[in-house]
Protein backbone atom coordinates (compact mmCIF):
# COMPACT_ATOMS: atom_id res chain seq x y z
CA UNK A 1 0.00 0.00 0.00
CA UNK A 2 1.44 3.09 -0.92
CA UNK A 3 2.07 5.61 1.94
CA UNK A 4 -0.48 8.70 2.04
CA UNK A 5 1.04 12.32 1.39
CA UNK A 6 0.60 14.15 4.55
CA UNK A 7 -0.31 17.97 3.07
CA UNK A 8 -0.04 19.69 6.08
CA UNK A 9 3.32 18.25 6.64
CA UNK A 10 4.66 19.19 3.40
CA UNK A 11 3.05 23.15 3.43
CA UNK A 12 5.06 23.00 6.93
CA UNK A 13 8.19 22.32 5.41
CA UNK A 14 8.16 24.54 2.71
CA UNK A 15 7.52 27.60 5.18
CA UNK A 16 3.74 27.86 3.39
CA UNK A 17 -0.12 27.63 4.37
CA UNK A 18 -2.86 25.52 3.39
CA UNK A 19 -5.52 27.52 1.95
CA UNK A 20 -8.05 25.10 0.78
CA UNK A 21 -8.12 22.80 -2.23
CA UNK A 22 -7.26 23.77 -5.79
CA UNK A 23 -9.30 21.36 -8.23
CA UNK A 24 -8.58 21.00 -12.00
CA UNK A 25 -12.45 20.75 -14.07
CA UNK A 26 -11.78 18.89 -16.88
CA UNK A 27 -9.17 17.95 -19.56
CA UNK A 28 -5.43 16.14 -19.22
CA UNK A 29 -5.58 17.96 -16.06
CA UNK A 30 -9.12 17.01 -14.70
CA UNK A 31 -8.22 14.13 -15.48
CA UNK A 32 -4.75 13.30 -13.20
CA UNK A 33 -7.38 15.10 -10.89
CA UNK A 34 -9.75 11.95 -10.82
CA UNK A 35 -6.62 10.16 -10.75
CA UNK A 36 -5.53 11.20 -7.68
CA UNK A 37 -8.43 11.10 -6.21
CA UNK A 38 -8.62 7.32 -6.77
CA UNK A 39 -5.50 6.94 -5.37
CA UNK A 40 -6.10 9.05 -2.05
CA UNK A 41 -9.55 7.73 -1.49
CA UNK A 42 -9.71 4.24 -2.75
CA UNK A 43 -9.00 1.17 -0.13
CA UNK A 44 -9.10 -2.63 -0.98
CA UNK A 45 -11.31 -4.20 1.56
CA UNK A 46 -9.81 -6.26 4.42
CA UNK A 47 -11.36 -9.32 3.29
CA UNK A 48 -10.31 -8.36 -0.03
CA UNK A 49 -12.51 -7.50 -3.36
CA UNK A 50 -12.30 -4.57 -5.52
CA UNK A 51 -10.95 -1.07 -4.23
CA UNK A 52 -13.44 1.29 -2.85
CA UNK A 53 -14.07 4.36 -0.83
CA UNK A 54 -14.87 2.98 2.96
CA UNK A 55 -17.61 6.13 3.16
CA UNK A 56 -19.57 4.58 0.79
CA UNK A 57 -22.10 2.53 2.32
CA UNK A 58 -25.33 3.53 0.32
CA UNK A 59 -25.84 2.33 -2.95
CA UNK A 60 -28.62 3.52 -5.36
CA UNK A 61 -29.94 3.49 -9.21
CA UNK A 62 -28.49 6.03 -11.24
CA UNK A 63 -30.43 6.57 -14.55
CA UNK A 64 -27.67 7.12 -17.56
CA UNK A 65 -27.60 7.68 -21.49
CA UNK A 66 -25.92 4.82 -23.16
CA UNK A 67 -23.21 7.69 -24.40
CA UNK A 68 -22.71 8.91 -20.57
CA UNK A 69 -22.34 5.16 -19.90
CA UNK A 70 -20.01 4.72 -22.83
CA UNK A 71 -17.99 7.40 -21.67
CA UNK A 72 -17.63 6.51 -18.08
CA UNK A 73 -16.55 2.84 -19.17
CA UNK A 74 -13.71 4.37 -21.22
CA UNK A 75 -12.62 6.56 -18.60
CA UNK A 76 -12.90 4.09 -16.01
CA UNK A 77 -10.49 1.47 -18.49
CA UNK A 78 -8.04 4.40 -19.40
CA UNK A 79 -7.59 5.00 -15.88
CA UNK A 80 -7.94 1.01 -14.42
CA UNK A 81 -4.85 0.42 -16.94
CA UNK A 82 -2.50 3.56 -15.95
CA UNK A 83 -3.09 2.60 -12.52
CA UNK A 84 -3.09 -0.85 -12.90
CA UNK A 85 -7.11 -1.59 -11.02
CA UNK A 86 -10.16 -2.47 -12.05
CA UNK A 87 -12.48 0.30 -11.80
CA UNK A 88 -16.02 0.18 -12.81
CA UNK A 89 -18.01 2.67 -14.40
CA UNK A 90 -20.41 3.62 -11.76
CA UNK A 91 -17.23 4.03 -9.23
CA UNK A 92 -15.94 6.59 -11.86
CA UNK A 93 -19.59 8.48 -12.01
CA UNK A 94 -19.74 8.11 -8.07
CA UNK A 95 -16.17 10.58 -7.61
CA UNK A 96 -17.81 12.66 -10.42
CA UNK A 97 -21.06 13.36 -8.91
CA UNK A 98 -18.91 13.88 -5.41
CA UNK A 99 -16.71 16.43 -6.86
CA UNK A 100 -19.59 18.07 -8.57
CA UNK A 101 -21.57 18.17 -5.52
CA UNK A 102 -18.66 19.46 -3.43
CA UNK A 103 -17.64 22.21 -5.77
CA UNK A 104 -21.63 23.82 -6.96
CA UNK A 105 -23.25 26.40 -5.04
CA UNK A 106 -27.21 25.44 -4.12
CA UNK A 107 -28.03 28.81 -5.97
CA UNK A 108 -25.94 27.40 -9.15
CA UNK A 109 -28.19 24.24 -8.88
CA UNK A 110 -31.66 26.00 -8.85
CA UNK A 111 -30.79 27.86 -12.07
CA UNK A 112 -29.78 23.98 -13.35
CA UNK A 113 -33.69 23.14 -12.62
CA UNK A 114 -35.17 26.51 -13.13
CA UNK A 115 -33.11 25.98 -17.13
CA UNK A 116 -35.00 22.16 -17.14
CA UNK A 117 -38.45 23.91 -16.32
CA UNK A 118 -38.61 26.09 -19.27
CA UNK A 119 -37.12 23.89 -21.65
CA UNK A 120 -40.10 21.26 -19.89
CA UNK A 121 -42.98 24.28 -20.74
Given at each position: ????I???????????????????????F??M????????????????????????????V?????????R??????R???????????M???????????????????????????K??D
Open positions: MKARDMDKIAKGLGAERRGRVSASGGYGAQLVADLETRFRVPKGGGRPTVPGWTTKRLPLSEDSLRLERLAKIGEMKQVHLEPQVAALLLEAAIANIKEEDAEKLLEGRRKA
